[in-house]
């Protein structure tokens, strides 16, 4: 009996458009919005259309840089060109396939809770996109923030994106509706489907800063939000207090 591999509508997507359909386009499904589209162009962007968020975070790269949650690798890219060592990793086959072919010099095929093949360090975790995402809930959120400390080199540094989504539920006079009783508000649950593939469910944290800062702080780690944009959306660091 042979196993059908697991569908990957992000990765085959991303080698669609790598291989020439620029108009490859994933469908976004979630338990809190409206069905949305992901062009996979927007994987592929330069520096110059990346928002002003991503471009600081990559101005506040330093060292050897682990790229969580690469894509297409246009950040691994970005950084290499400016004479970094960046190793990029993704849980996509084609999304792994599709940065070897870019020239993303190192890859490797493995979440952010996987330990590396070797005892190996970074200075610079690098976690954009809402990149902190990756963890899927606060109880990953807590697990990632202890392995992170056997992943980062002494004086190294989480830089990380993520946003507050309370205003998805503010009611009409701008009250927030949130059940107390149930799971935290930024826990979100996705699907994608691109074609006629569905991938399976997966879940997404979205972590407003008091949030972060708590978990981050209670892990031993000291929080600075660099910056932020007009959509909720913020850059944090997080570095081991030594």
């Known amino acids: 009996m042979s196993h059908s ?8 997507a991303l080698l669609a458009y790598q291989h020439g359909d620029k108009r490859a386009t ?7 919005t409206e069905e949305d589209k992901l062009p996979a162009s927007y994987l592929f962007r330069t520096l110059w259309e990346m928002p002003e968020l991503e471009r600081t975070a990559l ?30 990793i993704d ?23 996987d330990a590396p093949a070797t005892q190996e360090h970074f200075d610079t975790i690098l976690m954009l996109m809402n990149g902190l995402g990756l963890v899927g809930n606060l109880e990953g959120l807590e697990k990632f923030l202890v392995h992170a400390r056997s992943l980062l080199a002494p004086g190294g540094q989480i830089l990380a994106t993520s946003s507050d989504i309370s205003y998805l539920y503010e009611d009409e006079e701008g009250a927030l509706v949130l059940n107390l009783n149930g799971p935290y508000y930024g826990e979100v649950e996705y699907t994608m489907t ?27 780690y000291e929080v600075e939000f660099v910056d932020e944009d007009d959509q909720q959306q913020y850059l944090a660091r997080l570095t081991l207090r030594s």
Not at 59 to 88: M, N, P, T, W
Not at 96 to 109: F, K, L, N
Not at 197 to 204: A, I, N, R
Request: charge should be negative; hydrophobic fraction near 45%.
């Open 194 to 220: 691109y074609k006629d593939e569905t991938g399976p469910s997966f879940p997404w944290l979205f972590a407003d800063p008091t949030i972060l800062q708590d978990y981050a702080e209670a892990a031993g």
């Open 91 to 113: 849980v996509s086959a084609g999304a792994i396939e599709v940065m070897q072919a870019r020239g993303v010099r190192e890859v490797a095929r493995h979440d952010i809770f």
């Open 59 to 88: 101005e506040e790269c330093r060292g050897r840089i682990l790229d969580a949650g690469a894509g297409a690798g246009a950040h691994a890219l970005e950084l290499q060109s400016r004479g970094f060592e960046v190793k990029a």
């Open 5 to 12: 591999p697991i569908a990957d509508p992000i990765g085959q």
């Open 26 to 32: 994933v469908i976004v499904h979630s338990n809190v």
